[in-house]
């Protein structure tokens, strides 16, 4: 079963931006994005299949692209624009598998 590590997360301003990653340890297909809050619970963020297409949920969809780099078993999630209720941790999935996640924090 390929694991995963997501790293890129922290501290940002109101506005900002941010990237994250998904590390694989091997090779992957379909992969998805989640975030979770207490408030909220596990929300879907955005996903990217094997051929690169890719969905956004609409909380993120004009200002995220999910992107991958299959020769480094890697998936990006780039949100621009971060406003305040984006702050939570996010993690990444695929084929039931999920990373520890990366905590996102959006403060002035």
């Known amino acids: 079963q390929v694991q995963l590590a997501e790293c890129g997360g922290g501290l940002v301003q109101p506005g900002g931006s941010l990237r994250l990653s998904c590390v694989a340890s091997?090779?992957?297909?379909?992969v998805d994005w989640f975030r979770q809050t207490p408030e909220n619970g596990r929300e879907w963020v955005a996903g990217?299949?094997?051929?690169?297409?890719?969905m956004y949920a609409g909380f993120v969809k004009g200002r995220s692209t999910i992107s991958r780099d299959n020769a480094k078993n890697t998936v990006y999630l780039q949100i621009d624009g971060l406003k305040l209720e984006d702050s939570a941790n996010y993690s990444c999935?695929?084929?039931?598998?999920w990373g520890q996640g990366t905590q996102v924090t959006v403060s002035s």
């Open positions: 999935m695929t084929d039931g598998s």
């Open positions: 091997g090779s992957i297909k379909a």
């Open positions: 990217i299949v094997s051929d690169g297409r890719a």
